[in-house]
């Protein structure tokens, strides 16, 4: 355990270090999209490496075992399987609407027409995949 705390302090290290790159030396126009990489990447390496370090020191390594171990063990569970596969598709069902409106408001602002119709496209796409799917899994299950 105190190796992997050695590890997430490194992680954290690491990504102030792509922080301070991305943001004081790569600040030219020329290097802009790259700065912004660094940026990312280290704002992530960071936030990982120091939420990783705070649970190493105040979860025992005993009562993280067990968690994984219980873990490994939910993930399994048909109970838990079915209902990520209801979240998952209510969460979805949910998601169409707000994209409808998406692409009404789209069309209310006056966007160009490509982009609307693009967007649209994506939509019709997800429902050819739901009716492609529901087919391919009603024959294997």
Known sequence: MK??????????ILGITFIIIGGFILNSEETKMLSGLFIGIGSAG???????????????ESKMKKLQRQKAIEQIDER?????????YMA?????????????VLGFMGVDKVIIAIAALVLVIKFVLVIFLS???AKNM
């Open 3 to 12: 190796n992997k705390k050695g590890l997430y302090l490194l992680q954290t």
């Open 46 to 60: 960071t936030a990982l490496g120091l939420g990783w370090f705070i649970q190493s020191l105040v979860i025992p």
């Open 92 to 104: 979805g069902k949910i998601i169409d609407y707000v994209f409808m409106g998406f692409i009404l």
């Open 80 to 88: 838990n399987i079915r209902i990520r596969e209801r979240t998952g």
């Open 135 to 137: 087919s391919y899994y």
